[in-house]
């Protein structure tokens, strides 16, 4: 249960498990697929000049920036693992979410709804897995069928560069829609415009066409500099924050006011709530972000106790090592 202000920062790390690409994986694959389709201009630039992260080349480099959307949205929607294509895997870390939400401790539905009012989601990806499959096994689940619309209401979600698809502003309308419905099941695609038109899924052809359209959905830093104030005000409310496959880049710490939050971990000051930070270092790859721990807060101090790191894959840290919710 969500018993108080709880968020979660996902990076692409957290994706990795259902099928999609690592930053480093998605700036190969953007590279080749740019071979592929004669946009050569990107191609050869990302050779020449390679980027630590896409987000940051396409910022410096506006003149790319077309493509580079183009071919980010052609590399996910090909990777499209929901629908009928559900992975069923050990690191499925998803389900941890649907159990903590919709635990048989609630006492009744109205007490899931609840839950998911301390539940906010700040995603730095551009797919929309995480919507699609917590929304799906809501529907499928005998209880909570009926009432999950308005669970998937009160979870906000933030995509802090745009999503492929636009998260409805109302989920009730899949409950009122079969058509709509029945799709998002099958394929896994949230509609791109009209709710009773959709392109044929299963043929990869149309899928050029729909990374066209979803395209223009995906942000870049050069396009949205400010501050994402949904995102500052419930990390500054948050009591707890789990940070997942997260890189800790600089620049992303502070378009959601990360920095801030985790400089006033105790809650001294005037930066909202005491926090307790759950942060991932896969295997330890990424030494960097555990000098930012220690710089900021020394070791053997109250701050410091509150914090916690795993080296485990996101469904270990979140299923062995860190308490949650």
């Not at 419930?234 to 990360?258: M, P, Q, V």
Request: charged share 20%; with cysteine.
């Amino acid at each position: 249960m969500f018993k108080e202000p709880t968020v979660l920062v996902l990076g692409a790390g957290a994706s990795v498990p259902y099928g999609y690409p690592t930053g480093a994986e998605l700036i190969e694959k953007v590279k080749s697929l740019g071979s592929d389709y004669n946009r050569f201009d990107i191609a050869q630039a990302l050779k020449e000049t390679p980027p630590l992260s896409i987000d940051n080349f396409l910022s410096i480099n506006p003149s790319l920036a077309s493509d580079g959307k183009f071919l980010i949205a052609r590399v996910l929607l090909g990777m499209n693992t929901t629908g009928n294509s559900i992975p069923r895997n050990e690191n499925d870390w998803y389900s941890i979410l649907h159990h903590a939400l919709s635990a048989p401790s609630v006492a009744d539905v109205q007490g899931v709804v609840d839950n998911a009012k301390n539940l906010t989601i700040i995603s730095f990806n551009y797919e929309n897995s995480l919507e699609y499959h917590l929304f799906s096994r809501l529907l499928k689940t005998e209880r909570f069928k009926d009432s999950a619309c308005e669970i998937m209401n009160n979870i906000k979600i933030i995509h802090v560069y745009g999503s492929l698809f636009s998260i409805p502003e109302d989920f009730q309308e899949y409950k009122n829609n079969q058509v709509l419905r029945a799709h998002f099941l099958e394929s896994g695609f949230f509609p791109i415009s009209d709710k009773n038109h959709f392109l044929p899924y299963e043929d990869e052809r149309y899928l050029d066409r729909f990374a066209n359209t979803v395209s223009s959905n995906i942000k870049t830093i050069h396009d949205d500099r400010s501050r994402n104030q949904d995102a500052v005000d419930k990390l500054k409310a948050a009591s707890k924050i789990y940070i997942l496959g997260y890189g800790f880049d600089h620049t992303n710490n502070e378009r959601i006011g990360l920095d801030s939050a985790l400089a006033s971990v105790t809650g001294t000051g005037n930066y909202g709530a005491a926090k307790t930070i759950y942060y991932t270092n896969y295997q330890n790859l990424q030494p960097k972000i555990d000098l930012l721990m220690p710089k900021a807060y020394g070791v053997g101090n109250t701050a410091h106790r509150r914090i916690h790191k795993s080296e485990k894959s996101v469904f270990d840290a979140l299923n062995n090592h860190f308490p949650f919710p």
